[in-house]
């Protein structure tokens, strides 16, 4: 029998881990720690190969159903395709949503993001442990990467599909560890404002679509959804698995690299910002009030959660 509250509260959490994977800085594996699936989902995920894939499709076919249907159950199927469900539903109401304030609001908006980032990054710094050089070295190498990324690729990068097809692999192998936002890492990347942009657009299109408006609207985002997703898949059964190895064998330095991540990336929201001013012809000295109240309400919604749950650690 089917026990439809279960499967609704499923689906809550996954419109709570849609909503933190679409904000920046907010890690959708951090909620899933929150609301009791984390274990679960790992399970889920990592039980899922080429070859249970190979089963499930084969189920197209009467005399492999049984089978198809084996195959489904041993990777939870159902429980990731109504969480699945619970997520794209809230990262397209969430995305839809931020596109509106970069557009209305850009400076608070990515003072809103910087804020997000640096109370994550002081919310788990204190679990850092840089005891060792090897840690140390870790450390400074993560820092690293996501300072000189944010700078190299909000101007040279571009939004091309083998980007794109980089830039989901990345983003979307992150929604299963916890402090590590994959929506930080796409404004790394440059492409944050260009995705929510361009799902904005696909959606307008099918909207335009189902009232008989013809497929041209719809067309011209999709290909960049489809390589996005195809990213995503990939870097879900790759990047994330060896992730997920690293903070078994090698913990603490991981831990270490993970967290100087989110810190070099405060870069990203900051040159973001730097450039839509000088686009616009402002100073930062205007638009500092704008950037700085902003930051200072979403870090303090940050570390609330932090203080009274306590969970923003691996």
Known sequence: MVDLRAWVGVYLRGLAMGTADAVPGVSGGTIALIVGIYERLIAAVTAIDPEQ???????????????ARQAFYEVDG?????????ILTAVV???????TLLETLPVATYGFFFGLI???????????????????????A?????FLASGYAATALGHALPVVFVAGAVAVSAMVLPGLSGSLLLVVL???AFMADTLSDFFD?????????GLDALLDPLPTIVVFCAGGLVGLFTIAHAVRRALETARAATFAFLVS???????APVLEVSMRLTAAGESWASALPRFGLAAVVAAAGVLAVDHYAGVLEY
């Open 261 to 267: 991540l989110v810190v070099g990336a405060l870069r």
């Open 53 to 67: 894939i190979r089963r499930v499709l084969a189920g197209l076919t009467a005399e492999n159903r049984a089978d």
């Open 118 to 140: 640096a109370a994550s990054a002081v919310a788990l710094f204190g679990a850092v442990d840089l005891t060792t050089p090897r840690r140390k070295i870790a450390a400074v």
């Open 78 to 86: 159902a429980f990731l395709t109504v969480l699945g469900a619970g």
């Open 142 to 146: 993560g820092f690293l990467v996501a």
């Open 205 to 213: 299109g099918l909207a335009a679509a189902a009232r008989g408006g």
């Open 190 to 192: 440059g492409q944050y």
């Open 93 to 99: 109401l969430v995305l839809r949503l931020v596109d």
